[in-house]
Structures are given as structure tokens and as C-alpha cells.
């Protein structure tokens, strides 16, 4: 069973930068990708970024594209969310995901916070 930490949310100005990371942990680690989703309070969880475990290829929602940076770490089973020029539209509990096998994003990690302010 996969298990998914984040860490590396916090507070930033506008204009700011954080980086996400997200750790899997588990035996036998295999997924097909992982992505990176983000939930403002009153509103549905969105999607923010994905990329396929063995290619490396990467898609965007459209509200980060150019700004966010989506990759990943092989040898450590770890993939990173680089957030530049924040905005406070940016502010949310952002939550790491893995589909194992290509149907379904159905791993779910804790949630970090991330707090932008004008």
C-alpha cells in the first residue's frame, strides 16, 4: 500500500515562491503518475498539475500553467510542486495523489496549507 507525506507549505507574499514535496512510501512502489491538487474553504478540490511516472511528461491547470513547475525524483520516490509568482488565488490545502495503474487518482496524501498574502 502506497502511503503519500507532503511538507513544504507555509506562508509566502505575492509574488512569492514555495516548493511542495511530496514523499511515497510503500512496498514495492509502482504508480502510472502522480499529481498535485489544491481546495480553497467552500470550494471543490482542483486539479493543479500531474506527471507520468516513467516519461516524465507533465500537464498543467490552466490557472498555474507557466507558474508552477511539476517534477519528480526516481531514486527517492518523491515529486516536487514549484509554485512561483504566488498569488493569494493561489491559497489552499494542496494535496499530493498517486493512480496506480492509470484509472484513477485513488492515493491521497494528508494536505499541506499554503497561505499567499497581498
Given at each position: 500500500?502506497?502511503?503519500?507525506?507532503?511538507?513544504?507549505?507555509g506562508?509566502?507574499?505575492?509574488?512569492g515562491s514555495?516548493?511542495?514535496s511530496?514523499?511515497?512510501s510503500?512496498?514495492?512502489?509502482?504508480?502510472?503518475?502522480?499529481?498535485w491538487?489544491r481546495?480553497?474553504?467552500?470550494?471543490?478540490?482542483t486539479?493543479?498539475?500531474?506527471i507520468?511516472?516513467?516519461?516524465?511528461?507533465?500537464?498543467?491547470g490552466d490557472?498555474?500553467?507557466?507558474?508552477?513547475?511539476?517534477?519528480?525524483?526516481?531514486?527517492k520516490?518523491t515529486?516536487h510542486?514549484?509554485m512561483?509568482?504566488?498569488?493569494?488565488?493561489?491559497?489552499?490545502?494542496?494535496?499530493?495523489?498517486?493512480d496506480?495503474?492509470?484509472g484513477?487518482?485513488?492515493?491521497w496524501?494528508?494536505?499541506t496549507?499554503?497561505?499567499?498574502?497581498?
Open positions: 500500500q502506497v502511503q503519500l507525506v507532503e511538507s513544504g507549505g506562508l509566502a507574499q505575492a509574488g514555495l516548493r511542495l511530496c514523499a511515497a510503500g512496498s514495492a512502489f509502482s504508480v502510472f503518475a502522480m499529481a491538487f481546495q480553497s474553504p467552500g470550494k471543490e478540490r486539479f493543479v498539475a500531474a507520468h511516472w516513467k516519461t516524465g511528461g507533465t500537464v498543467y490557472s498555474v500553467r507557466g507558474r508552477f513547475t511539476i517534477s519528480k525524483d526516481n531514486n520516490n515529486v510542486l514549484q512561483n509568482s504566488l498569488n493569494p488565488e493561489d491559497t489552499a490545502v494542496y494535496y499530493c495523489a498517486a496506480p495503474k492509470g484513477d487518482y485513488n492515493i496524501g494528508q494536505g496549507q499554503v497561505t499567499v498574502s497581498s
